[in-house]
């Protein structure tokens, strides 16, 4: 990368999902970044319930409901315009495996398609950048282990709609690829074990005793907050455009993982794992669903990550601290 690509400066980034730990973490990454003149943080709830530091110069926090488009609109060509925001960074989507329904959809996939058709014909921004999920990946015994770009879709009707929500929002994005006037990134990312992501598996290992079906030790790859942010920074000052698989610094077996955060590994018949789970969910609230995740506990599926590394220059380098390490 030539000296004269890395210092281009950019006047404007906005940043949705400002409450998230990634929102968080990117808006405070891309303050310390000089290339960057001003961070636009879009919330759902008031900036003394998001950000510590939502005073902070350069930056601006807007509270905006991203399922009503009128504000979407108001949000872009008010605040957005004014600041000469180039990069939009989209992060919003709803956490939780439990949440569901048309409020969902229409934040996971309206506010998508809208944001993308605001951006279409904003007068300043430029690139689109969509934070998207390794989840949209098909996993089986007769895949590769090593998921490309090209990997299969999982386009299950009988997925649940956290991951069928997140593959619609992915697929209009790299439609609109060819389409649209604006340089759009995908950057499909390996699952941030840490809390507050909605990672299925932090809040699987949130249990003192982890079942696991019986005969099967899947290779998984996690990647950390450090390196997400890092990848979404690389996004922000690339020229290109395109899907990137992003991964993490982490690939290990189920079983050292569950060895690693300091828990109780039982393998038990895999017609067990449905219902155990099920009473989890019933009587201590917690999220993780098997049936969503029954495909990664019996096969592996790692990200491939050499496009990102020649293209954005991403590598991970961060591992997860695991407790027991």
Known sequence: MSAARELRKVAGVLVTGAETPIGEMLIRSLLADE????????GYRPPEESLPFAHARR??????????????????????RDLGVEVVIHTAMARSAAAEGKRIHALNVDATRSLIQLCERHPTIRRFVLRSYADVYSVAHDLPILIAEDHPLNLSSGAPQWIRDRVEADLYACVQMGLSRLQILVLRMAEVLAPGTGS???DYLESPVCFRPMGYDPMINFISLKDSTAALEAAVHTDAQGVFNI?????????????????????????WMTPLYRWRRRFRGHDFRYGMNRRRFHYSGVLDGRRARSVLGYTPSNPISWPTS
């Open 35 to 42: 290339r960057v003149g001003h961070v636009l943080a879009v």
């Open 59 to 80: 930056l601006t926090y807007v509270q905006v409901d991203l399922v009503r488009e009128r504000r979407t609109h108001d949000l872009l060509f008010g605040p957005a």
């Open 200 to 202: 299925q598996l932090f």
């Open 247 to 271: 991964g993490g610094a982490d690939t290990l077996p189920l079983s050292m993982c569950i060895d690693k955060w300091g828990r109780l590994g039982i393998p038990v018949p895999g017609s």
